[in-house]
């Protein structure tokens, strides 16, 4: 006996007796999974998503971009801050850190300028700001320290104040600690595992505390001190590198008042903590968290995974040695986090979550020391400062880096197209795009896991050139949709194909990928007598 291979043709429709095989992808919004092997993650995940924003289900997008709005002019990160008074003037502020000084300056027509001229020593890398209210007067403040300087206050009017740093019982000023937030009109500050409040509403910031005093501290076992954030349902969230625990602290505070530990999971990077939705996530040793989903799982389950599980890759990339310098932000739906990859010691990619699709993709060429939105004429906008310069950008706007092209990469999965055990032959590769202007997208094919070998190219025109109406042949098809085959033929018998599509954006230009696909051939066996 005799086993003859039956092989398909390229003209796959001439051949009656040829069962084609067929496989569409136009939906990678549960985003990257390379946790798993390619060929067992979902019809909905991909192996790699680079600079792909899958917000809308059935469609990948080029992600949008984005454009500096002021050089400051210091040499390195700046912190940022949205400071939107009540019944005042928003104002994008920024904190420069040289090692030596800090410049405070502010933005309102988005051209920065120093605050009064003032400097301020500052010798580390953590400050912190945020936004209280005062009686008597002035409203809405800025209010901003570290663990080596004085808080200071800012008015509207631009007047800074320094808070001073005395300790001593009944008149103490705020503690000095890169970990502080305003909640039920109180500012605490966590340091050393105490946390310290001010008087409610006070008259002023300054000599408003009490840290001598065991009735106006809680002590809070976390580990060095990472973040504070207030949940008006939930009290505060403590944040140490060792742990997170709560507060719920009554109108009067007390010593009596309920507290207690949530997770065991502490936390990495001060700014990575941040409210997504009913959640707050941030950055542990083991990947990013939700802090209440950690709690729900581990008590639901017995145990609990990252949020980031499925980043494999991404994860084993951090640099761990300057991972304390992740920053994290929640705008339009979307967590992202910037960190240090690689042998970067800044900020060198952001991971970007989708809440509703539970689904993350990573962003390359943003160096982003640190994050901030603000409304800006009725509009959310969001800002990044530069981990390298001085340069304060809006970020996810527009649709090129700052004047620069950067680079779409996807891989889907591993097609097996429903027969694993079979072997396949011939066939097409189909992808599907819609641009607005003159685009190159460049398709390749790894077949049994193989170098990825490259099929060609989709080349989409320009639709703002006016052709005359009456020249002939006139093809009619939809606007900006393209559509190419790139055939399999000559590539002989495989198990499963693997497609990965690569665009090298044009600055001003749009660029959707709506359907890529694979239809092919059984390589069928005949059984036949020995001659």
């Not at 600079?51 to 469609?59: E, T």
């Not at 193989?450 to 093809?475: C, I, N, Q």
């Not at 959707?512 to 036949?528: A, D, F, H, P, S």
């Amino acid at each position: 006996m005799s086993y003859k291979r039956k092989l398909g043709v390229a003209n796959m429709g001439t051949n009656g007796d040829d069962k084609k095989l067929t496989v569409i992808r136009n939906d990678f919004s549960e985003g990257i999974n390379n946790r798993q092997d390619a060929d067992s993650i979902r019809d909905n995940q991909a192996e790699t998503l680079v600079n792909v924003d899958i917000g809308v289900p059935g469609q990948s997008r080029k992600r949008p971009g984005i454009t500096s709005i002021d050089d400051t002019g210091y040499d390195r990160g700046i912190d940022l801050f949205g400071f939107e008074p009540d019944g005042g003037t928003s104002k994008l502020m920024a904190i420069e850190i040289s090692g030596t000084a800090t410049a405070l300056l502010t933005s309102t027509g988005l051209t920065f300028a120093p605050i009064s001229g003032t400097a301020n020593m500052v010798d580390d890398d953590y400050v912190m700001s945020m936004q209280g209210f005062k009686s008597g007067g002035d409203g809405h403040v800025m209010l901003y320290g570290s663990d080596t300087t004085n808080w200071h206050e800012v008015k509207q009017n631009g007047t800074v104040t320094d808070l001073g740093n005395t300790q001593a019982s009944g008149t103490d000023d705020p503690p000095r600690s890169s970990v502080a937030t305003m909640f039920n009109g109180r500012m605490w500050v966590l340091k050393d595992n105490m946390l310290s409040y001010s008087d409610a509403y006070p008259g002023d910031f300054s000599g408003a505390f009490d840290t001598q005093s065991t009735g106006n501290v809680y002590k809070m076992p976390v580990g060095e001190e990472r973040a504070l954030v207030g949940i008006r349902e939930k009290g505060l969230l403590v944040f140490g590198k060792d742990e997170v625990r709560y507060l719920i602290p009554s109108n009067t505070p007390a010593a009596t008042d309920e507290n207690g530990l949530l997770v065991t999971q502490g936390c990495v990077a001060n700014k990575s903590a941040t409210m997504v939705g009913d959640d707050v996530y941030y950055l542990a040793k083991d990947g990013v968290r939700g802090v209440f989903k950690t709690q729900f799982d581990t008590l639901q389950l017995k145990t609990s995974l990252p949020v980031s599980y499925a980043l494999k890759t991404e994860y084993e990339s951090i640099n761990w040695a300057h991972a304390q310098k992740a920053s994290g932000v929640y705008f339009d739906n979307k967590y992202f986090l910037a960190l240090p990859v690689d042998s970067s010691t800044y900020n060198n990619e952001v991971w970007v979550y989708y809440p509703a699709t539970n689904g993350w993709m990573v962003i390359t060429g943003w160096n982003v020391a640190d994050w901030t939105t603000i409304v800006i004429n009725g509009e959310n906008r969001l800002y990044a400062s530069d981990s390298q310069s001085g340069d304060v950008y809006r970020a996810w706007y527009g649709s090129d880096d700052n004047g620069a092209d950067f680079t779409y990469t996807e891989k889907g999965r591993k097609e097996e197209i429903g027969k694993s055990l079979q072997e396949k032959v011939g066939g097409e590769v189909i992808v599907r795009a819609k641009a607005t202007g003159e685009e190159t997208i460049k398709v390749y094919v790894s077949l049994d896991e193989s170098a990825y070998e490259k099929l060609g190219e989709l080349v989409t025109v320009d639709r703002s050139v006016a052709f005359d109406a009456w020249t002939l042949p006139m093809l009619f098809q939809p606007a900006g949709i393209y559509t190419k085959k790139f055939h399999l033929d000559s590539y002989g018998e495989w198990y499963q194909a693997q497609i990965k599509l690569e665009h090298e954006g044009t600055a001003g230009d749009d660029l959707i990928i709506l359907q890529r696909g694979i239809v092919t051939l059984l390589n069928e066996y005949t059984n036949e007598e020995d001659e």
